[in-house]
């Protein structure tokens, strides 16, 4: 494998200019151009948002954001910036972890952010339409009251948007439970390269006319085009819902715990998330959630967030006691203490724990993130061989690397592995890739798990496919857009 930065692929794009905004004023309200070009120029601090991603490692210079509120609007954008050979970065919420939503150089920055109606809904199916750029947590506040929820949960719910989630084909907190976006996204309404509508938005459950071309964008990072609409199946919302944290005297228990709660809570096990003490104590210390008592978190090596979801609560809830008390009484006890919700308040600040895992890290310092796919019983082991390079690297103390930590989702083989750093340097990037990437093919690992390529990984790929896999993304990248404009740099080295 080589190892090598490559240079993202500009030559033959163009810059945004003024003629190219008298164009796009042709068809679009005032409000939705900002560019630091246009004759009443926009300060280039309301361009900043759009050009920084959330964990402010990734920098573009756009000059040029545009916000169209309906597909035909896209589509003339899209047609336009072929043409002329602009590069275009599709933006939903902007809280992706791999750079993949800024633009690296002064690409057109294309927000969904207008585009957030819900189209329709019907509540026998369960099969939501919804424009790309609705907010993942305004769409499960409106089916709240219709008893369903989307089949996704995570920890940006607030910002990201579901055109976004389904470009990064996000995996979030129940993918245990409900699956991938590959099964529950069941049509895409798409806006190709050269500026058609592909009209995909079906709301069937079965339809097996042939390829099913929607599957390519998710997961495409906006490679391919932009998703402007979205056909969901959403789940009905279950009937009660019960969390527990539990506190383990060693990882080594974290397979066996997992084993056992499979076994007893069976069908209505929803997560089953980990993370390791450090972690912790950074989420208590940043006020992420409530802390558990002392006695609680004594003696604990790394604690595991297991909820169940049902349609009868006492049934659940007996399950979950049971569960508690087997693993309580056993002669070689799997966990130290089990804190189990008492209130829905309680469980939200469980959950809060969790949840707020990516914000600490981020208040702690620079975060170097790896999220990977490896065999569970190596979770431990990579987090303390990265540790151990960076030791005799003299890169971890108080002032270069401080922490490292693991955390993840131990249902999905998902271990996020996060460098905490005091600052983004070219040394601690040099120690960590490419031993990290080595260190995922040695155990046959994905170096993305869920959080995608990005602007971060390309230079990596071949790390997790074969050259034979990385030719035909490069045919068919070839074949959707020929003239390199949908978010140049991302993806593909
Ligand atoms: P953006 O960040 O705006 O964009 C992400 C990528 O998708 C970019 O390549 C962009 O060009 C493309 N894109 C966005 N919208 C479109 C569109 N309409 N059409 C075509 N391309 C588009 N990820 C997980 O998988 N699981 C988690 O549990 C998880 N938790 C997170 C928690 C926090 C606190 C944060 C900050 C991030 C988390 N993420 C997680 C990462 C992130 O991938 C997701 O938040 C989310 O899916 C990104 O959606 P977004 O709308 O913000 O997309
Ligand atoms: C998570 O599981 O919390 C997210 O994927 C974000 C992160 O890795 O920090
Ligand atoms: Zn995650």
Not at 52 to 58: A, G, L, P, R, V
Not at 406 to 418: R, S
Request: glycine share 8%.
């Amino acid at each position: 494998r080589r190892w090598a930065h490559s240079s993202p692929p500009f030559a033959g794009l163009s810059s945004v200019t003024e003629d190219d905004l008298a164009h796009f004023a042709r068809f679009l309200p005032p409000t939705s151009i900002l560019s630091t070009l246009s004759p009443s120029a926009t300060p280039s601090s309301e361009l900043e948002p759009f050009n920084n991603d959330w964990m402010n490692k990734y920098h573009g210079k756009s000059t040029t954001v545009l916000k169209p509120r309906t597909t035909d609007e896209v589509s003339k954008i899209v047609k336009w910036c072929n043409e002329r050979r602009i590069g275009i970065v599709p933006q939903g919420g902007n809280t992706g972890l791999v750079g993949g939503g800024v633009p690296i150089e002064d690409e057109l920055v294309l927000s969904l952010s207008n585009m957030s109606k819900i189209r329709s809904f019907d509540d026998v199916s369960g099969i939501l339409v919804a424009d790309a750029g609705c907010i993942l947590q305004s769409l499960t506040d409106y089916l709240a009251p219709h008893n369903h929820i989307v089949p996704l949960d995570l920890g940006a719910k607030g910002s990201c948007q579901i055109g976004g989630n389904v470009s990064t084909n996000a995996g979030g907190l129940r993918l245990l439970r409900y699956g991938s976006l590959h099964g529950s996204v069941l049509g895409l309404e798409v806006v190709l390269p050269d500026g058609t509508i592909l009209d995909q938005l079906t709301t069937l459950r079965k339809d097996n006319t042939g390829y099913d071309l929607k599957q390519l964008f998710i997961g495409a990072e906006g490679t391919l085009g932009i998703v402007t609409g979205v056909s969901i199946l959403a789940a009905p919302a279950p009937q009660a819902s019960n969390n527990v944290m539990l506190a383990l005297p060693k990882f080594e228990n974290v397979l066996p715990l997992f084993r056992e709660t499979k076994r007893q809570l069976s069908e209505i096990l929803s997560a089953f998330e980990f993370m390791d003490r450090t972690v912790y104590d950074l989420a208590v210390k940043h006020g992420q959630g409530r802390a558990l008592n002392p006695e609680d978190v004594e003696g604990a090596n790394c604690f595991v967030l297991v909820e169940t979801s049902g349609g009868k609560r006492e049934h659940d809830e007996e399950k979950l006691n049971s569960l508690l008390e087997s693993l309580m009484e056993a002669e070689e006890p799997l966990i130290n203490t089990g804190v189990i919700a008492t209130s829905p308040a309680h469980f939200s600040s469980l959950w809060a724990i969790r949840e707020g895992l990516t914000e600490a890290v981020s208040k702690e310092g620079k975060a170097y993130k790896y999220d990977i796919s490896v065999p569970l019983d190596k979770f431990q082991e990579v987090v303390d061989k990265t540790k151990d390079h960076l030791r005799r690297k003299g890169l971890l103390c108080e002032d270069t690397v401080k922490y490292v930590v693991g955390y993840g989702h131990v249902g999905d083989g998902n271990l996020h592995l996060n460098i905490i750093a005091a600052a983004y340097t070219p040394e601690i990037e040099a120690a960590l890739e490419p031993f990290v990437y080595e260190l995922v093919a040695s155990y046959k690992g994905s170096i993305s798990a869920e959080h995608g390529i990005g602007a971060m990984k390309t230079h990596a790929l071949q790390y997790s496919k074969n050259e034979t896999s990385i030719d035909w993304m490069r045919r068919v990248k070839a074949l959707f857009d020929p003239n390199g404009i949908m978010n140049p740099g991302k993806v593909l080295p």
